[in-house]
């Protein structure tokens, strides 16, 4: 029987009781000096008696207790970090098998989550400057759905990205693309699509704020979907901007992750971002491989990019497309000159917001009244404070331009980047409108080297300079599947498919439709653990 070892829950952090002492005159003066205020000895005693008393409505906060999500009523494994010949592409952060109800539509299906997504009993490690000893005491809402549906959990998969100290922006070794050892898998859900193609899980949950499933799904040869903003409750998962979060499933076929997204959609009532009547049916009941009537919309700028596009990658999306064209979609070009600009709208919300919610915010801010996890808020905070250059190069560059840009210009950016990510939504409408999908390469570049030299320029070029057609839709919210289409020089290409809002059913129905026309692709998967093995086991020279 599995058992649940006591040892891995997270106790309150030592220095969190009790508001404390109300400040003195000397600490609040510093506090005014800051807020660039000049207080006389009159106002500044006034002002401490006042502060001291308003400090009472916090006292009676520490005898109050939130109705929290409760810790799993049901006995679990705390599982174990993964062994080296179970691991060669360095996929997994954890492994465990937490066994689900005895029927449902996940019965005897293995499914994986993203180290940054909480399983209760489990340890954390997803990136964030959150220490290696936090357990969170209860389960993600996905985690709970994936259950509920008869799933078993079979481990936690490796967040790309997670520390600094072998200077290639990690702690542990970083993932390896299952066709190439000496390509980066992709994004930071990059450890999701080694697992698939290992054969070790069946269908796994990552994240994606700006392109961190369909990227991983393009280059390491996989279906990943970032749904409708929102569609799928964030609730127990680290968050980086909340107006960027999604999460969402990755699998080796497009039904897969129609079932998955089936099982974890809708409101929980937690996340304060999702529709209050959302509500959601079979996505499978649409993949029907059925094109006729379908109009696809072939987006110009998403084809040619300066400095990025290959010529074999536009190439084998371009090809993807004819397929669909034979397959019965008519099928048009169109252009949203706008989409060009959308990585540097997409780069001003990022950065600024990820710095107040993740490193000043320490995962939670204010105006937010959907669930906190009050423990795992805590630990990031101490974590941050007391082990700041565990924070990967691409943390501390966002930290720096974020701190930056708020000391110099405000949120003057941030703000006018979300207007100007409202009108980019629009205009994709404005075509979404006339057509059923957007198609255009998930990323106009092969898998990447994941040789680095070790500098801070290098790993953040790496990590952020293949967003390009990815982190437009991020901002705006559209459901976007990536989808295997091509091989070109031994590495998969991804074809993404880009519906409205809340019309998840047609990317999935198009892209589902696509994979039978597609077949089998022309180089065999790497889908058997031991072919994977000898390939990720080869050193990187």
Same mark, same amino acid.
């Given at each position: 029987?599995?058992?649940?070892?006591?040892?891995?829950?997270?106790?309150?952090?030592?220095? =969190?009781?009790?508001?404390?002492?109300?400040?003195?005159?000397?600490?609040?003066?510093?506090?005014?000096?800051?807020?660039?205020? !000049?207080?006389? +000895?009159?106002?500044?005693?006034?002002?401490?008696?006042?502060?001291?008393?308003?400090?009472?409505?916090? #006292?009676?906060?520490?005898?109050?207790?939130?109705?929290?999500?409760?810790?799993?009523?049901?006995?679990?494994?705390?599982?174990?970090?993964?062994?080296?010949?179970?691991?060669?592409?360095?996929?997994?952060?954890?492994?465990?098998?937490?066994?689900?109800?005895?029927? $449902?539509?996940?019965?005897?299906r293995r499914v994986a989550?993203?180290?940054?997504?909480?399983?209760?009993?489990?340890?954390?490690?997803? @990136? &964030?400057?959150?220490?290696?000893?936090?357990?969170?005491?209860?389960?993600?809402?996905?985690?709970?759905?994936?259950?509920?549906?008869?799933?078993?959990?079979?481990?936690?998969?490796?967040?790309?990205?997670?520390?600094?100290?072998? @200077? #290639?922006?990690?702690?542990?070794?970083?993932p390896r693309n299952p066709?190439?050892?000496?390509?980066?898998?992709? $994004?930071?859900?990059?450890?999701?699509?080694?697992?698939?193609? +290992?054969?070790?899980?069946?269908?796994?949950?990552?994240?994606? *704020?700006?392109?961190?499933?369909?990227?991983?799904?393009?280059?390491?040869?996989?279906?990943?979907?970032?749904?409708?903003?929102?569609?799928?409750?964030?609730?127990?998962?680290?968050?980086?901007?909340? =107006?960027?979060?999604?999460?969402?499933?990755?699998?080796?076929?497009? &039904?897969?992750?129609?079932?998955?997204?089936?099982?974890?959609?809708?409101?929980?009532?937690?996340?304060?971002?999702?529709?209050?009547?959302?509500?959601?049916?079979?996505?499978?009941?649409?993949?029907?491989?059925?094109?006729?009537?379908?109009?696809? +919309?072939?987006?110009?700028?998403?084809?040619?990019?300066?400095?990025? !596009?290959?010529?074999?990658?536009?190439?084998?999306?371009?090809?993807?497309?004819?397929?669909?064209? +034979?397959?019965?979609?008519?099928?048009?070009?169109? !252009?949203?000159?706008?989409?060009r600009d959308g990585l540097?709208?997409?780069?001003?919300?990022?950065?600024?917001?990820?710095?107040?919610? &993740?490193?000043?915010?320490?995962?939670?801010?204010?105006?937010?009244?959907?669930?906190?996890?009050?423990?795992?808020?805590?630990? *990031?905070?101490?974590?941050?404070?007391?082990?700041?250059?565990?924070?990967?190069?691409?943390?501390?560059?966002?930290?720096?331009?974020?701190?930056?840009?708020?000391?110099? *210009?405000?949120?003057?950016?941030?703000?006018?980047?979300?207007?100007?990510?409202?009108?980019?939504?629009?205009?994709?409408?404005?075509?979404?409108?006339?057509?059923?999908?957007? #198609?255009?390469?998930?990323?106009?570049?092969?898998?990447?080297?994941?040789?680095?030299?070790?500098?801070?320029?290098?790993?953040?070029?790496?990590?952020?300079?293949?967003?390009?057609?990815?982190?437009?839709?991020?901002?705006?919210?559209?459901?976007?599947?990536?989808?295997?289409?091509?091989?070109?020089?031994?590495?998969?290409?991804?074809?993404?498919?880009? @519906?409205?809002?809340?019309?998840?059913?047609?990317?999935?129905?198009?892209?589902?439709?696509?994979?039978?026309?597609?077949?089998?692709?022309?180089? &065999?998967?790497?889908?058997?653990?031991?072919?994977?093995?000898?390939?990720?086991?080869?050193?990187?020279?």
């Amino acid at each position: 029987m599995n058992t649940f070892d006591e040892r891995f829950l997270s106790d309150r952090p030592e220095g =969190t009781p009790g508001s404390g002492e109300p400040p003195t005159p000397e600490e609040l003066a510093k506090i005014a000096g800051g807020l660039g205020l !000049s207080l006389t +000895a009159e106002q500044l005693a006034e002002y401490t008696a006042l502060v001291a008393r308003g400090m009472s409505a916090y #006292a009676r906060l520490d005898e109050l207790n939130p109705v929290s999500p409760a810790f799993p009523g049901r006995l679990r494994d705390p599982g174990r970090a993964p062994r080296t010949d179970e691991d060669p592409c360095h996929g997994w952060a954890w492994r465990c098998s937490i066994r689900g109800a005895s029927d $449902g539509p996940l019965a005897g299906r293995r499914v994986a989550v993203k180290d940054n997504i909480a399983v209760a009993g489990l340890p954390m490690r997803p @990136g &964030a400057p959150l220490p290696e000893s936090f357990v969170p005491r209860a389960d993600a809402t996905v985690v709970t759905r994936l259950l509920d549906a008869g799933a078993e959990i079979v481990g936690k998969t490796a967040a790309f990205g997670a520390g600094a100290e072998d @200077g #290639a922006g990690t702690a542990a070794p970083e993932p390896r693309n299952p066709y190439a050892p000496d390509r980066l898998p992709g $994004g930071t859900s990059g450890g999701n699509a080694v697992v698939i193609a +290992a054969g070790q899980a069946d269908l796994t949950l990552g994240t994606d *704020h700006g392109g961190s499933i369909r990227v991983p799904a393009a280059w390491s040869g996989c279906v990943g979907l970032k749904p409708t903003f929102a569609l799928v409750p964030y609730t127990g998962i680290v968050p980086v901007e909340r =107006t960027l979060d999604h999460v969402g499933p990755m699998a080796a076929t497009v &039904a897969d992750c129609a079932l998955l997204l089936e099982v974890t959609a809708g409101g929980d009532g937690l996340d304060s971002r999702q529709r209050i009547d959302l509500g959601v049916g079979s996505f499978r009941g649409f993949l029907d491989g059925d094109l006729g009537g379908v109009r696809v +919309a072939v987006l110009r700028e998403g084809f040619g990019i300066p400095g990025v !596009s290959e010529p074999d990658v536009d190439a084998a999306a371009l090809d993807a497309v004819d397929s669909l064209a +034979a397959g019965g979609a008519r099928v048009e070009e169109v !252009s949203v000159p706008m989409h060009r600009d959308g990585l540097a709208i997409w780069n001003a919300i990022a950065v600024q917001g990820a710095t107040d919610l &993740a490193m000043r915010g320490d995962t939670t801010t204010t105006n937010w009244d959907g669930h906190v996890d009050l423990d795992m808020m805590e630990r *990031h905070r101490l974590g941050r404070l007391e082990n700041p250059q565990a924070l990967s190069p691409a943390l501390v560059f966002t930290a720096l331009l974020g701190t930056y840009m708020s000391q110099r *210009h405000g949120h003057r950016y941030y703000a006018k980047a979300q207007n100007l990510a409202r009108e980019l939504r629009r205009q994709y409408t404005s075509v979404l409108e006339r057509f059923d999908v957007l #198609a255009l390469p998930t990323v106009g570049m092969k898998a990447v080297s994941r040789r680095t030299d070790g500098s801070a320029t290098q790993i953040v070029d790496r990590m952020l300079g293949n967003l390009h057609n990815t982190a437009p839709f991020s901002m705006t919210g559209n459901p976007a599947l990536s989808i295997p289409c091509a091989f070109s020089e031994g590495l998969p290409v991804g074809l993404m498919l880009v @519906g409205r809002p809340y019309d998840d059913e047609a990317v999935l129905r198009v892209g589902h439709a696509y994979e039978r026309l597609r077949g089998p692709l022309s180089r &065999a998967a790497a889908s058997e653990p031991a072919d994977l093995a000898s390939v990720c086991e080869r050193p990187v020279s």
